[in-house]
């Protein structure tokens, strides 16, 4: 007779929940009764990214990270006629936290996930209690110069222009050159995760799920007054906490917020885009201490 094993407190679980026509992963952690957070990763990445930030916050939240459409493990069946944009995401999102239950809840924003959770925040403006962006962009200013030949493909959405995107971001080359770009420490870097993520994006149909992605960003720029609106009318702790090394986002960008969120505590950390890689103790301690206290007198 085997003695029944408990699980810790910070187990994950892996998880799908059918909603909206999806077949939905995702990651799960801490108890029922915690301040709900959900974790939105970025490009070209899944859920996996925050492997190692899920179980140090699952004693003060209970955490959520979805793989969204056309990322990772979620499953999304051509019937379906799914159609891949920003906003889209977002709804999705809007149904996977109303099938869950979440009427309030905390974001974590990183890249891809900021315009998703910004977008889901205008849908849901009442539920959110928190906000953590973590390199995820809402400013103009916060734009490298790396944009470039992406704004190109925004101006003239040509096939040339869309094979020159689908070879200079949707390489094994430009996945690792994300990763590690602007990381003082390239041995603090898992070489799975490279590889996880390329060979997602190696699954049949998804390089061109991307590339209608990477066209649709143009419109969350149009975006971003709204969203500064509803930064601007936040009444809840805010951190931003952002890779400084980012090719992609500048540190202005993570400035910006001030003017919005006067409150909000801004932080630069000495690393690169994907900073839970090298930082991801650092960061879950700043998101305890600055969000936690407060979701917790505060309640659901």
Not at 52 to 65: D, G, K, Q, T
Not at 98 to 121: K, M, N, T, V, W
């Given at each position: 007779?085997?003695?029944?094993?408990?699980?810790?407190?910070?187990?994950?679980?892996?998880?799908?929940?059918?909603?909206?026509?999806?077949?939905?992963?995702?990651?799960?952690?801490?108890?029922?009764?915690?301040?709900?957070?959900?974790?939105?990763?970025?490009?070209?990445?899944?859920?996996?990214?925050?492997?190692?930030?899920?179980?140090?916050?699952?004693?003060?939240?209970?955490?959520?990270?979805?793989?969204?459409?056309?990322?990772?493990?979620?499953?999304?069946?051509?019937?379906?006629?799914?159609?891949?944009?920003?906003?889209?995401?977002?709804?999705?999102?809007?149904?996977?936290?109303?099938?869950?239950?979440?009427?309030?809840?905390?974001?974590?924003?990183?890249?891809?996930?900021?315009?998703?959770?910004?977008?889901?925040?205008?849908?849901?403006?009442?539920?959110?209690?928190?906000?953590?962006?973590?390199?995820?962009?809402?400013?103009?200013?916060?734009?490298?110069?790396?944009?470039?030949?992406?704004?190109?493909?925004?101006?003239?959405?040509?096939?040339?222009?869309?094979?020159?995107?689908?070879?200079?971001?949707?390489?094994a080359e430009a996945t690792g050159w994300q990763y590690l770009t602007g990381v003082s420490d390239p041995e603090l870097?898992?070489?799975?995760?490279?590889?996880?993520?390329?060979?997602?994006?190696?699954?049949?149909?998804?390089?061109?799920?991307?590339?209608?992605?990477?066209?649709?960003?143009?419109?969350?720029?149009?975006?971003?007054?709204?969203?500064?609106?509803?930064?601007?009318?936040?009444?809840?702790?805010?951190?931003?906490?952002?890779?400084?090394?980012?090719?992609?986002?500048?540190?202005?960008?993570?400035?910006?917020?001030?003017?919005?969120?006067?409150?909000?505590?801004?932080?630069?950390?000495?690393?690169?885009?994907?900073?839970?890689?090298?930082?991801?103790?650092?960061?879950?301690?700043?998101?305890?201490?600055?969000?936690?206290?407060?979701?917790?007198?505060?309640?659901?």
């Open positions: 007779m085997h003695e029944a094993i408990s699980l810790s407190s910070t187990a994950v679980r892996h998880r799908y929940l059918e909603v909206d026509g999806v077949r939905l992963f995702y990651r799960e952690a801490g108890r029922s009764g915690l301040p709900p957070l959900l974790l939105l990763h970025g490009f070209p990445s899944s859920s996996h990214q925050f492997r190692h930030l899920l179980p140090l916050l699952a004693e003060h939240f209970h955490v959520y990270a979805p793989d969204f459409p056309g990322f990772g493990f979620t499953q999304v069946p051509v019937e379906r006629g799914y159609v891949y944009s920003f906003a889209r995401i977002a709804e999705t999102l809007a149904a996977f936290t109303s099938e869950l239950g979440l009427q309030r809840y905390a974001l974590y924003l990183f890249d891809y996930g900021a315009p998703i959770g910004l977008h889901l925040a205008l849908l849901q403006p009442q539920r959110i209690t928190g906000l953590i962006s973590q390199n995820g962009n809402a400013y103009e200013e916060g734009l490298s110069e790396a944009w470039a030949p992406v704004r190109a493909y925004w101006s003239d959405p040509s096939v040339a222009n869309r094979k020159a995107i689908r070879d200079a971001l949707l390489s870097i898992a070489p799975e995760a490279i590889m996880l993520d390329y060979t997602l994006l190696e699954w049949p149909g998804v390089k061109d799920i991307q590339l209608d992605l990477i066209l649709d960003y143009a419109n969350n720029i149009k975006q971003y007054p709204a969203f500064q609106a509803w930064l601007r009318r936040s009444d809840f702790p805010v951190l931003v906490i952002w890779g400084r090394n980012d090719p992609f986002f500048l540190p202005a960008g993570a400035e910006a917020f001030a003017r919005d969120v006067p409150h909000a505590v801004i932080e630069l950390l000495e690393t690169g885009h994907f900073a839970l890689e090298t930082h991801c103790d650092y960061i879950a301690a700043r998101i305890r201490a600055v969000l936690g206290q407060q979701l917790l007198e505060g309640g659901q």
